[in-house]
């Protein structure tokens, strides 16, 4: 039987995360995500200079605050931290400090478990999920101490591993029984409610949030999305050392062969600030983005992915 999900997760009006996006999230995407009803997020590093950060968690819990205090029968979702716990992070402990102030509610942690930043936000009350992206680092995960899973599979956008969904969380499941969210190439309500049936508790959408009106992208990287579909992928580890999915037109706009990308050395990846620039000009993507038509307000996609989820869910009953 499933584990009860933490209060901070057991009513969300939808099952659904807005994954943290790199450069591209920032409290306006994240306030309009939680009050449409899906869980915001964004990185701590998105935060520049690290001072920001401190004011853009002011202005999210404010906001969301004063939001629910409004509409006391609508109260917004929770919203989520991301941070960068690999060792070139050299921000980790002033962001870390700055999200207890605020008691934030969910921090999603990527690129090494840590028993030290988990007990951290246990301290405060908050919620630990890690992202991986097989069942060996999901139970190193566990084992340090986080109470839930991103389980990252084949054609997620940014860093994505290569399992299928179905295998990963077959995987998992078979020992796990606490919160999973799944990313990979979900961009629809048909695909939510296909993450549930497989086992997961909440899909994990990012690239589908990039072509919104809220999101801090360049017109030219949404319009790239709208206009693109699976074929329009390249995976690579070329770019930050770890391997992610990638548009292949950004590639070219940078003056690569997507088709013929070198290897990277993975000793050399850095995900703090020298990594802005990678990701500034090579526009990370999944492979779900066929189901984007157009650039929207946050509010508008996610009422599309409700409306889809329902009928995804009628269609499925009546079977």
Known sequence: M???????????????????LFIISTPKLVIA??????VGAMPSLNARPA????????EITETLAAHDKAH????????????????????LDHDMQVCAKYKVPIVITSLGARTDVNDAVHAWGGVVLHDIISNFFARKAIEKGADGLVAVAAGAGGHAGVKSPFALIQEIREWFDGPVALSGAIASGGAVLAAQAMGADFAYIGSAFVATEEARAVDGYK???????????????LFTGVHGNYLKGSIR????????????????????????KAWKDIWGCGQGIGAI????????????????????????AVR
């Not at 307000?297 to 409700?306: G, N, S, V």
């Open 2 to 20: 499933p584990m009860p999900l933490p209060g901070v997760l057991a009513s969300l009006p939808l099952p659904i995360f807005g994954a943290p």
């Open 33 to 38: 995500q939680c009050k449409a009803g899906v």
């Open 51 to 58: 001072e920001q950060l401190d004011d853009w968690l002011a």
């Open 72 to 91: 006391p029968d609508q109260r917004a979702a929770p919203f989520a931290i991301n941070q960068i716990v690999h060792k070139s992070n050299d921000r």
């Open 223 to 237: 319009q790239m999305i709208v206009n693109g579909s699976s074929d329009d992928i390249v995976y690579s580890n």
């Open 253 to 276: 706009n940078a003056g690569l062969d997507p088709e013929a990308l070198p290897e990277s050395d993975p000793s050399k990846m850095n995900f703090g600030g020298n990594s802005t």
């Open 293 to 316: 038509k157009s650039v929207l307000p946050a509010a508008e996609l996610i009422a599309r992915l409700k409306r889809e989820y329902a009928l995804a869910s009628q269609r499925v």
